[in-house]
């Protein structure tokens, strides 16, 4: 598969770049794209719910009624669940929801978001470039000249640039990320991926097959 160039004025070069079909190409596993991004979201909880249960609410300790004889079911004391401010019977407690996925499925789940990106024409390969100064201006311009207003754009460079970083980071829509560094949410959260003409080879390597 083979892509136009593009420069930051958002016109065509001369040049073309290739996609490796063994990345851009495959036929995608829903099921490992699932995985990953399921593991991505569930590491990035904090944990930190709590509800209290009777024994931790506040409160007196008496029978508030008698046993039998009211007609009514028996309970023992205001914190019982069943009563308004009463404790919770089988809340969410701190956990930790971090788990493991191998390397291998989570590579299988990158190449086939990457592939999805590719058969919607998502993918716009961008000529090497930096500013001279982080300015928003800068990188708001390169936006409107690939038409990508209003669109979550993914970056993804062969290094973090530090100017192209602080030139975007006050776009809600808009994130940098190294070609190492790419991931499955990542792709699929962004509406275009632009990718630096020199970080081909890098996501290339991170994804091909050992």
Do not use: C
């Not at 029978?63 to 969410?92: L, M, S, V």
């Amino acid at each position: 598969m083979e892509l136009e160039v593009y420069n930051i004025s958002g016109q065509k070069t001369a040049k073309k770049a290739k996609l490796d079909d063994k990345i851009f190409g495959i036929e995608p596993n829903d099921h490992a794209i699932y995985l990953d991004v399921k593991q991505h979201m569930a590491n990035k909880r904090q944990g930190t719910h709590k509800t209290k249960e009777r024994g931790e609410i506040k409160g007196s300790t008496r029978k508030i009624k008698r046993q039998k004889g009211t007609g009514t079911a028996r309970a023992g004391d205001i914190k019982n669940p069943i009563f308004r401010g009463g404790g919770r019977t089988f809340g969410p407690q701190p956990r930790d929801y971090f788990f493991k996925l191998n390397k291998k499925l989570k590579k299988i789940a990158r190449k086939s978001a990457l592939a999805y990106k590719a058969k919607e024409k998502s993918i716009i390969i961008l000529e090497d470039f930096s500013f001279d100064a982080p300015k928003t201006k800068n990188f708001v311009e390169l936006i409107n000249n690939l038409e990508l207003q209003d669109k979550k754009v993914l970056l993804v460079l062969g290094g973090i640039d530090k100017n192209i970083y602080l030139s975007s980071r006050n776009l809600s829509k808009t994130k940098i990320v190294k070609a190492s560094d790419i991931n499955t949410y990542d792709i699929l959260n962004a509406n275009n991926i632009l990718i630096a003409e020199s970080s081909l080879a890098e996501i290339e390597k991170v994804n091909s097959v050992n």
